[in-house]
């Protein structure tokens, strides 16, 4: 069951949800009834992009909710969640919605203690900003690097220590390795269409040069992304709790590396607060990974 | 086989002497000239090759079993036994040696890697199994970079799919403590502690800077290293021990200084004058340099005053809050320029988060100043115009080329 965020399922606040587009097609199976940390989406909340899955999710909701109500389980009101969360997970903070059962059933039925927190928090409010995209590209001849390096300004070529000429250009500022294959890698741009210019920048320096550059296969390689949740973090106890996901080893590297499954993103956290995403092939992979991440940092949040 | 026993099969005299053939060396007998014995062309190195064909091209049908292998499984258990740790954990080492020395990605690495590969698996089992052990020890028992070996380990424990907890730092602490030599066998009267006092005092220093942002993130041993000076010093706080400075304190205890544990001291000193302040029946201000005196009653009440410092610290917050709502309506009074550039005055362009609570991580109260951001194109779409002239710009003039040419000829 996937829900952008509290607000849509609830169907309040429509006109201020921004939904995050261009999505990844594939759905992971997501059932409140998975272990603790089964190994693929961590909890609570995922990213849609469908408005109508939502409804209908909703309309699910609903239904379960009229369920429960006809059973006659007493103390589905916002207080018994929230007694059950905080026993299940220290230190989360969950503000269930007045008047709304939760999603997960109420403490009567059997269920081991799942989803850590906050089914009803809102989105995160912070927006991770893209800080490095690599790109690939063929220009579809085979190009005499010695040439190049010697009629461009911009090139540098040390065959002894790497096989490609470095070529950087100052609009949008990136830096390209070109290959005497013809293939050629852009990296340094800051978002998925100054990359793309940025290519065609190099592309056409090298038609320029003389050689019959072409632009084939152009490819976002992967997406590195950055943001700051503002509040320190305590990485051993994500270690201990996600330790499926996690690697955190003082010794080798200050942060905790951790690897999502669904998306595929590898989050450095920091103590700091500072969050790096890093392998997305597409942006909104990006900020579905934060926002599944940031619930559980805010599990982690102690006020010391 | 010792010299006098040989005997020339040839000939049958007893009359062998050594003779180096450039680097191969030979018994030789004397009176005929025949050769009795030879030695191996090289010296028989830590690792043998084994034969030169390997066994998939010969047509041998049993595999002798990888020479490497065998030596790198005895390399195991001397290092076990080096360290003392109990047979379970050599024993479940061994196992983990050979699953990730037969495995595809580590068969075929160099053999300095399958050293490492020994101290990763003793790593993991020592993790596994509740013994506290940190990667620099086994690293400098093996003589290995600590980060070659701990890349080498989370490569391994990848493959090997297994999750091992990590090491928590006051259980490393008791046996980092016996480093240090300085109880009354090896330190004069006045300087010397005993083991047991020192680990524990350090430990519960060890917990309040875990809970107070000092640990989270930081490299363990320079951390333990500042907690056992600190700890050592406030045990008998008097002037010879105050006056020893970290330098000489690990000269002392023979242990080689990390410069790490400098900042580790001044931040641990801050954190415990933030406590210090809130003991009731000390009246004088807590500073660094007097702060040591007090560590004893700091640690032995360090939850009440923990308590009481964020009490403070939210009573001091709630007070500004209030105090800067209170200002505004006057304000509104007075000019509106005046107002506009008061309130830019008392902004942070960036206001740190930590600076406003009373514990926050170093990294963030001491955050670096970021780089400007550059202005962002937004506004690109990815399929504008590229102007010629713009292109031109990055490309030499025949005139430059031929310079260039020049110069690389020049420099060649």
Known sequence: MYHCCAACIFNLKKSTHTPFGAMTPGMSIFSPMMPYGSGLTPQPVQNTNSLAILEEQQRQQQQQQAQQANAGLPGT?????????????????????????????????????????????????????????????NLGC??????????????????????????????????????????????????????????????????????PAKFLDFKIQNMVGSCDVKFPIRLEGLVLTHQQFSSYEPELFPGLIYRMIKPRIVLLIFVSGKVVLTGAKVRAEIYEAFENIYPILKGFRKTT | MSRAALRCSACGSSNIVEDALYCQAQQVCVDCGSVVSEDALSSESVYVGGSDVSYSRTTAGAKKPCMNLIIGVQRVISICRILRVNSEIEKLTQIYYREAYQHESFIRVSLRKKEHLVGCCLLLSCRLLN??????????????????????????????????????????????????????????????????????????????????????????????????YLSWQSLKPNKHRLKLSLEKFCQLAKVNKHKPAIKRITEMKEMLCKLGQEIPWVREAVTPDNVVK???????????????????????????????????????????????????????????????????????????????????????TGDEEISDSEIDAYIRTPQEVREFALSQKMLE
């Open chain 2, 131 to 228: 013994w506290p052990i940190s990667m620099a020890t086994i690293s400098s028992l093996l003589d290995a970079d600590p980060m070659v070996m701990g890349m080498l380990y989370i490569e391994m424990v990848k493959i090997l799919n297994i999750e091992a907890p990590i090491v928590n730092i006051t259980d490393v602490m008791e046996a980092h403590s016996h480093d240090y030599q300085i109880s009354s066998l090896h330190a004069p009267e006045e300087l010397s502690e005993s083991h047991k006092d020192l680990t524990k005092r350090a430990v519960e220093l060890v917990e309040l800077s875990a809970d107070t942002w000092i640990v989270t993130g930081r490299r363990p041993i320079p951390i333990m290293m500042a907690a056992i």
């Open chain 1, 77 to 137: 009101s916002g207080q018994t969640p929230q007694l059950y969360h905080s026993q299940a997970v220290a230190g989360s903070t969950t503000t269930a919605l007045p008047g709304n059962t939760p999603l997960y059933g109420t403490p009567l039925t059997p269920m081991t203690p799942v989803t850590p927190a906050t089914p009803a928090s809102e989105s995160s409010g912070i927006v991770p900003q893209l800080q490095n995209i690599v790109s690939t590209v």
């Open chain 2, 294 to 380: 007090h560590v004893e009653d700091i640690l032995k009440h360090r939850h009440a005053l923990l308590r009481r410092a964020l009490r403070a610290q939210e009573d001091a917050l709630l007070a500004e809050r209030q105090a800067s709502c209170e200002d505004l309506p006057i304000k509104e009074d007075a000019d509106n320029h005046q107002l506009h550039g008061e309130t830019l005055k008392s902004q942070d362009p960036e206001p740190n988060w930590g600076k406003r609570v009373l514990f926050a991580p170093p990294c963030v109260v001491q955050a670096k100043k970021s780089r400007v951001e550059q202005p962002e194109l937004t506004d690109v």
């Open chain 1, 142 to 211: 085979k190009l005499d690097l010695k040439t190049i390096a010697l009629r461009a300004r911009n090139a540098e070529y040390n065959p002894k220590r790497f096989a490609a000429v470095i070529m950087r250009i100052r609009e949008p500022r990136t830096t390209a390795l070109i290959f005497s294959s013809g293939k050629m890698v852009c990296t340094g741009a800051k978002s998925e269409e100054q990359s793309r210019l940025a290519a065609r920048k190099y592309a056409r320096v090298v038609q320029k040069l003389g050689f």
